[in-house]
Each structure stands twice: as structure tokens, then as C-alpha cells.
């Protein structure tokens, strides 16, 4: 079945770049017509979207990163990517990609998750 | 922005209990709602989408309702493995939202 891995650095220092990667297994991003994102989740606290992109490489952004973020996608292999520039302690949280349970729209609920991947920010 | 505001945003109650936990959106959202369930160490799972639409493989003991700006989760009969957290999440601005939470713990 679908399943989504998220992999990247566990720290991260402060004022750098986080970057994660998220490997689909199961099925194909380029023959998808799905939106996948990122969500956040700073520990013991709630859930915040970051952003999303489709399989075509149209993203779609959080205006509260704007000028932060960036998220791509490698359909040859099968990953999509976060790169969170300048990050402060305030970035430390479980990072999820997930997969759009909507078709072909930009928003909406999201119906596959990864695992999560903690990255924390210190200097 | 639309904000999303749950309560309670602690529950206690005991197995076999009908729980309802209420989701407001500061502003209408239509039907554009889901509700996941997350416990803990794990991952958020969603249990109903569009308002009042069960997720696959999700037991029928979930429902969801409302629209508009107030929405509704039930659990018609609390189960041990219902004891998680609860967040709502809209999709119906430019950018989606979520609840802060709601801890279902055990009474």
C-alpha cells in the first residue's frame, strides 16, 4: 500500500537551511494527481501546514513562510522536498509529508502521512 | 487567515461514553472540514473529511456533522483505543488550519 518516509538531519543550527526529503512507496508521484505537503508540529503543540506541491511542480505556499520555503519534487525518484532557510529555535518540531486525500486541488484534508521526522534547531 | 478553535480542549470520560468534541471556524468554511486523530509518537490519521464523510477503515462508531462555522465530532461509544488527541482542520481558505486540540483522556 501507499506509504510516505521522510528523511533528513535531526539538527539543524540556527540561521541555516533545514532540508527534508519524502520517499513515496506503493505507487508513483508523476502518474499522481495529488497534492503533497509538509505539515510541522513543534512538541506537545499543535499542527501548522507549511506547504504542498503537485506532481506537475506547481507549489503552494503558507504565507507565514513565504519567504522561507521552498518545496520541490523529483519524480524520477519518486521524492518530494522541504528547504526551510534562516531557521530559529521557534522551526524545532516533527516534520510530516503527506499526501492531499483531494484530487487535483491545491487544498485540502490529507489522507496519507509519514512517519514524522524530528528536526530540532540549536546553535 | 481562519482560525480554527476546538473545545474542550481536555475531555475525561470513560469507556463506553458518547463523547462530542465541537470545532468553530472564525469564519465559514462550508462542509470544507476533517477531523484526524493522533496518538501519541504517532503520526495524525484522518477520520472523516468534508464534514460528515468517513474515512475508509475508520469504525462507524465516528461521525462527524455541522457546516458553515460549527462542526461536530462523535464517538458514539468510547472505545480504549479512542484514547488520542483530536484536531479538526479546514480547507477551504488559501491555506489550511487547524484546531488546537482535543486530549480525550481516561475518567
Known amino acids: 500500500q501507499l506509504q510516505l518516509q521522510g528523511s533528513g538531519p535531526g539538527l539543524v543550527k540556527t540561521s541555516e537551511t533545514l532540508s527534508l526529503t519524502c520517499t513515496l512507496s506503493?505507487?508513483?508521484?508523476?502518474?499522481?494527481?495529488?497534492?503533497w505537503g509538509w505539515i510541522r508540529q513543534p512538541p506537545g503543540k499543535g499542527l501548522e501546514w507549511i506547504g504542498s506541491?503537485?506532481?506537475?511542480?506547481?507549489?503552494h505556499y503558507n504565507s507565514s513562510f513565504m519567504s522561507r520555503v521552498s518545496v520541490s519534487i523529483d519524480t524520477a525518484k519518486n521524492q518530494f522536498s522541504l528547504r526551510l532557510s534562516f531557521v530559529t529555535a521557534s522551526d524545532t518540531a516533527i516534520y510530516y509529508c503527506a499526501r492531499h486525500g483531494l484530487e487535483l486541488a491545491s487544498i485540502s484534508w490529507f489522507d496519507t502521512w509519514g512517519q514524522g521526522t524530528l528536526v530540532t534547531v540549536s546553535s | 487567515d481562519i482560525q480554527m478553535t476546538q473545545s474542550p480542549s481536555t475531555l475525561s470520560a470513560s469507556v463506553g461514553d458518547r463523547v462530542t468534541i465541537t470545532c468553530r471556524a472564525s469564519h465559514s468554511v462550508s462542509t470544507w472540514l476533517a477531523w484526524y486523530q493522533q496518538k501519541p509518537g504517532k503520526a495524525p490519521k484522518v477520520l472523516i473529511y468534508?464534514?460528515?464523510n468517513l474515512e475508509s477503515g475508520v469504525p462507524s462508531r465516528f461521525s462527524g456533522s455541522g457546516s458553515g462555522t460549527e462542526f461536530t465530532l462523535t464517538i458514539s461509544s468510547l472505545q480504549p483505543d479512542d484514547f488520542a488527541t483530536y484536531y479538526c482542520q479546514q480547507f477551504y481558505s488559501s491555506f489550511p488550519s487547524f484546531g488546537q486540540g482535543t486530549k480525550v483522556e481516561i475518567k
Open positions: 468534508k464534514a460528515s
Open positions: 506541491i503537485s506532481y506537475r511542480g506547481s507549489p
Open positions: 506503493g505507487g508513483s508521484l508523476s502518474s499522481s494527481s495529488r497534492y
